[in-house]
């Protein structure tokens, strides 16, 4: 049977235009703290350059725009220890990653950083600053892209009602 939705949710992916993904992360913890030590630590031992904090309604999403293999990612979600398991469990299985998004999730916090080893998605940093209007520090080794996938699907609890 199917389930009847009276919402429609959007959300942007983490694939990218070459077949590598940006990170996101997804906690439903509400202490920054606690989820700005974990990211700092991913960071460090990643290399990775910015992580972006967004408030959500659960707690923080997290995204990085740094570009990397689907396998290296996986590899950083194992290590990180109070990520969503049920996030991560969900986007593994179809192959790729997803922030649900709205007007509503602010950027909070952005954990800086000097590395600029990997190469970063401009078509997400372009949808970042120009649809969610998030002041984005990183500045070098962008790619080209212009390109970014979004998806949309059914929710009875976020996103815009159909009923309107």
Known sequence: MEKKYNKVCFGITSKCADNKHILFF???IKNLNVVCSELE???KIFKL????IISTDNGYNAFCLDKLSFKDVLVI???CEIIDKDFVNYCTNRGYFTLRMSIS???VYIIKSNNCVHEKSNAHKKFFKDIMAYHLND???FDTSQNVVLESYGSNKHGFDLNE
């Open 77 to 79: 979600y194992s290590k």
């Open 139 to 141: 500045s070098c080794n």
């Open 49 to 52: 350059s910015e992580i972006y």
């Open 26 to 28: 997804d906690y439903d």
């Open 41 to 43: 630590y991913i960071q």
């Open 105 to 107: 999730k602010k950027l």
